[in-house]
T-cell receptor, first 117, second 108 residues
Framework: EVQLVESGGGLVQPGGSLRLSCVGS????????MNWVRQAPGKGLEWVAN????????NYLDSVRGRFTISRDNAEKSLFLQMNNLRPEDTAVYYC??????????WGQGTLLTVTS | EIVLTQSPGTLSLSPGERATLSCRAS???????LAWYQQKPGQAPRLLIY???NRATGIPDRFSGGGSGTDFTLTFSRLEPDDFAVFYC?????????FGGGTKVEIK
């Protein structure tokens, strides 16, 4: 069974930093593009970033580029999102998601980030 | 950026009814790389349809996807009680990947 388990969410002040993590199991982690997708409370889904299997290619949503960094450790089957200079509008549930090509096939249960003073 | 517009925003239907949801793209979606997801309250989304018309593994045949270019649809042949949820379309052809705003299908 494919499992993606996120961690690292919490309460952060504007301007602060946080690192999200995601561990995958039940599939060949190193064969998949990996993504972060977020959902603000009561709102729709918003793709944030993705990273190629070997980490050589990364893509970002314009509003997070330069503030967020996606990375992965295939040996540990882990995906990360380093988030700096956080803003209240970054408040959301952050989902880790695995993709065949760029098609998102599998989702974690999400971790909540709240940015507030 | 490809902007996806879903309609209607909310659909009120009874179990057993047929339903069609719409997703319109601001420009043609290359290779019809359009997916549909179902999301229930408090849960992660679930992949239903990919490449506009292919059902994902384990998805019942009462769900069907159609369309091409800029106009896509998700159809339920007959709604079951477990189907009521929010449905999102998403294009995965170009970066940034984008989602539509969602259609909520609620019990009438």
């Amino acid at each position: 069974e494919v499992q993606l388990v996120e961690s690292g969410g919490g309460l952060v002040q504007p301007g602060g930093s946080l690192r999200l993590s995601c561990v995958g199991s039940g599939f060949t982690f190193s064969s998949y593009w990996m993504n972060w997708v977020r959902q603000a409370p009561g709102k729709g889904l918003e793709w944030v970033a993705n990273i190629k299997q070997d980490g050589s290619e990364k893509n970002y949503l314009d509003s997070v580029r330069g503030r967020f960094t996606i990375s992965r450790d295939n040996a540990e089957k882990s995906l990360f999102l380093q988030m700096n200079n956080l803003r209240p509008e970054d408040t959301a549930v952050y989902y880790c998601a695995g993709a065949g090509g760029w098609l998102i096939e599998n989702w974690g249960q999400g971790t909540l980030l709240t940015v507030t003073s | 950026e490809i902007v996806l517009t879903q309609s209607p925003g909310t659909l009120s239907l009874s179990p057993g009814e047929r339903a069609t949801l719409s997703c319109r793209a601001s420009q043609s979606v290359p290779k019809n790389y359009l997916a549909w997801y179902q999301q229930k309250p408090g849960q992660a989304p679930r992949l239903l349809i990919y490449d506009a018309s292919n059902r994902a593994t384990g998805i019942p045949d009462r769900f069907s996807g159609g369309g091409s270019g800029t106009d896509f649809t998700l159809t339920f042949s007959r709604l079951e009680p477990d189907d009521f949820a929010v449905f999102y379309c998403q294009q995965y052809a170009t970066s940034p990947l984008t989602f539509g705003g969602g259609t909520k299908v609620e019990i009438k």
